[in-house]
Every structure is written in structure tokens, then in C-alpha cells.
């Protein structure tokens, strides 16, 4: 009996092994990386570890960057507008080089990128366009439209209309729909295929008493690196105390139907101005604001769980996917890096040339993106 049980458990541990060197690896030892644009026309490289910069990445042509698409199934490459935002750079991050241009203004046709991202697979590039028809001496509105481009190929495969002034832009889990923000409206939910509309969900007309007006959207869509969850700040006017108050929005795009959720935390005054905010899961109920200071807001009981000054002026705060620390960036020369619990500063990530805006984006891979034809890394 005992020989018995000795070799149902030898032969137990040798599936177990066998298992373990069959499953995929790629995850074991991956790490988390920060791309970040910065003047006059550079992709930089952050590894998130030491929190230092790795490599940089020089693009052609005039820049800046002013904004950057990465995806977690395509970890390899980043999507940079550059050319005075009328192209698109193609970085392979594992060369470190720019490995091809999208180029979208023609001879007769001047192109600005208003939002760039991937879809899920990361096999299709969309971009958010405002396109001008370019004659002798004359310039003729267009109407915006979406551009989509085969990453395998960088070719367009077509194009649809998009609506005005769309900002930025997001899409569901299996990519078949798209949340589009847009200045002045509610989030528009579209066909990812051909762009019409699906339905709204209501932002800027809430049809609330006592509510004058509701804005805000997200300059950062760094959802998918945060499970689909999509965080930013909002004002809302009330119009019976003629007063604004700050609030977090949170919408999780994995929901067929999401919602919403329109959370004030505290008054909105010139002492603590914010363009942007980003926000936990609801389980953690954490909200984090930044300008000249950096503050956070438990946006369950409303109230503030701690603070600190900055050095300088920071745009947008990102929460780094293991939740650990924040990142504030996006303005000056440096990323500042926070501990999301105390708020302590842990270190400055000085990238060597000033922030283009809000071009930034995690990836996550097992490449050692610090090293000329990257390798995996050793576990």
C-alpha cells in the first residue's frame, strides 16, 4: 500500500512538472514599463522597477508627441503622433528604433489626430482625425472621421465618420463597441465597424435638478491597462449655490451596459485647481487629483486622506497597474512617483527633456526593452 501511494505521487509530481514546463512562460517574470513622449520628438522608455529611463527613442520629423497607443496584446509596439501631429510613428520598442510612419495629410487633405488607440487584439489601429481639404489658397472644412489601420500591414482599411470634437476614446473588452469622449456632449457609444450611434450615456445632460452642467473626459484612456476601468475628473456647476464641485467619474467598460458613476468629492476652488484625476475600483473607493499638489479623496465617505505639494505643476496622475504607485506627469522634465497608500515621494524619473503632454502609456512584457534585440529576461 505504501509502494502504491509512492508512486501515485511520484507520478502526481511528474505531471505537476511536466505541466509547469508546458505552460506559457511569457508571464512568469513579465514587467511593467512606462512609454512617455517628450520634446522635441522622443519616445522614452521607463522601466517602472527602478524607475529609471532605459532607452530613447528619437522620432522623424518635427514632433511633439502628443500622444501615445499601446495595448497589453501587442506589447511590442507604440503608436506616437508626430509631424506636427498629421502622422503617425510606429515604434518597435524592443529595436528601440521608429520602424514606420502612417502618414495621414496629403497634397490635398491636412490631417490633425484628436485620439489615437488600439482595439483589444491590437491588430487594428483607430484614429480619431480632423481633416481640412487643402486648395490653392483655400482651406475647406471636413468633416471628422475615424481612420482605421491594420497594424500588420499600417494601411488603411477605412475610414467612418466620427463625431465633433471627439477628445478621446475608448473601446468594450471585445472590441465591438467604442466610447467616444467628446467635448460638450455624453459618452457616445458606437458600432466599432462603421461608427454609428448605439446608444449614450449621459455625461453633459444628466437632466438633474439643481445641476447646471457636468463636463469633463479623460485625457488619459489607460483602461486596459487597468481592467477596463476608466477614471477621470469631472465638474459639476450647481445652479442653486451658483458653486462647483470636483468629482471623480468611474466607468467599467467590462459591464454590457455600463454606467456612469458621477462621484463628487469637494468643492472645486482655485486653491486646489485640477484638469485631472484617476480613481481606484470601487472596492478601494480612491480618488487622486493633481496640479501643484497632489491630493487624494476616499470618494465613499468624501472626504481627503492626504496630501503633499508638488515641485512643479503636474498635469495627470496614473495609477501604475499593480497599484503600488502613481505616477504624475504629462508637464517639466520629470515623472514625480508617489506611494498610493502614504503619499510618501519615492523618487523622481528624470527623462532628460520636458513632457510633450499627455502621451503616456504602460506595457507590460517579458522583453528587456533596455537592451539592444531584446531577450527574455532571466527569471
Known amino acids: 500500500m505504501i509502494k502504491m501511494d509512492a508512486r501515485r505521487l511520484r507520478l502526481c509530481c511528474s505531471s505537476m512538472l511536466v505541466l509547469a514546463l508546458t505552460m506559457p512562460t511569457a508571464s512568469a517574470w513579465a514587467k511593467w514599463y512606462m512609454v512617455v513622449g517628450t520634446l522635441p520628438n522622443n519616445v522614452e522608455i521607463v522601466d517602472t522597477t527602478t524607475d529609471k529611463v532605459v532607452r530613447t527613442v528619437s522620432l522623424e520629423g518635427q514632433g511633439p508627441v502628443l500622444q501615445i497607443a499601446t495595448n497589453p496584446a501587442t506589447p511590442r509596439f507604440a503608436y506616437a503622433t508626430t509631424k506636427l501631429d498629421q502622422?503617425?510613428?510606429?515604434?518597435?520598442?524592443?529595436?528601440?528604433?521608429?520602424?514606420?510612419?502612417?502618414?495621414?495629410?496629403?497634397?490635398?487633405?491636412?490631417?490633425?489626430?484628436?485620439?489615437?488607440?488600439?482595439?483589444?487584439?491590437?491588430?487594428?489601429?483607430?484614429?480619431?482625425?480632423?481633416?481640412?481639404?487643402?486648395?490653392?489658397?483655400?482651406?475647406?472644412?471636413?468633416?471628422?472621421?475615424?481612420?482605421?489601420?491594420?497594424?500588420?500591414?499600417?494601411?488603411?482599411?477605412?475610414?467612418?465618420?466620427?463625431?465633433?470634437?471627439?477628445?478621446?476614446?475608448?473601446?468594450?473588452?471585445?472590441?465591438?463597441?467604442?466610447?467616444?469622449?467628446c467635448v460638450g456632449q455624453d459618452i457616445l457609444v458606437l458600432d466599432s465597424d462603421d461608427g454609428h450611434l448605439l446608444s449614450t450615456i449621459p455625461l453633459a445632460h444628466r437632466n438633474i435638478t439643481g445641476i447646471r452642467a457636468t463636463y469633463g473626459l479623460p485625457l488619459l484612456v489607460n483602461y486596459q491597462e487597468q481592467n477596463y476601468l476608466l477614471t477621470f475628473a469631472i465638474i459639476v456647476e450647481d445652479s442653486i449655490t451658483n458653486t462647483d464641485t470636483l468629482a471623480i467619474g468611474v466607468l467599467d467598460l467590462k459591464q454590457e451596459h455600463p454606467k456612469l458613476d458621477v462621484i463628487e468629492t469637494e468643492p472645486f476652488v482655485e486653491d486646489w485647481y485640477s484638469v485631472e484625476g484617476i480613481g481606484t475600483t470601487p472596492d478601494l473607493h480612491k480618488a487622486f487629483f493633481v496640479w501643484n499638489d497632489l491630493w487624494k479623496v476616499d470618494y465613499k465617505t468624501r472626504k481627503r486622506d492626504g496630501q503633499v505639494s508638488l515641485p512643479n505643476s503636474q498635469a495627470v496622475p496614473l495609477i501604475h497597474p499593480d497599484g503600488k504607485k502613481l505616477y504624475c506627469g504629462g508637464q517639466w522634465h520629470a515623472l514625480a512617483v508617489y506611494d498610493v497608500d502614504s503619499l510618501k515621494h519615492i523618487d523622481d524619473v528624470e527623462l532628460g527633456h520636458s513632457m510633450a503632454g499627455i502621451g503616456m502609456r504602460f506595457v507590460n512584457t517579458d522583453k528587456d526593452l533596455s537592451a539592444p534585440g531584446s531577450t527574455a529576461q532571466d527569471p
Not at 117 to 129: A, C, H, M
Not at 132 to 152: C, M, N, W
Open 87 to 181: 502622422a503617425i510613428a510606429v515604434v518597435d520598442l524592443e529595436q528601440g528604433k521608429e520602424v514606420a510612419t502612417i502618414k495621414l495629410s496629403s497634397d490635398t487633405e491636412t490631417v490633425r489626430v484628436s485620439g489615437t488607440n488600439l482595439n483589444p487584439k491590437g491588430d487594428r489601429l483607430y484614429i480619431s482625425e480632423m481633416p481640412l481639404k487643402v486648395s490653392l489658397g483655400r482651406y475647406q472644412h471636413e468633416e471628422p472621421r475615424f481612420r482605421v489601420i491594420d497594424t500588420a500591414t499600417n494601411k488603411t482599411i477605412k475610414t467612418f465618420p466620427a463625431p465633433a470634437q471627439t477628445m478621446s476614446f475608448g473601446f468594450s473588452p471585445d472590441g465591438k463597441k467604442i466610447y467616444a469622449f
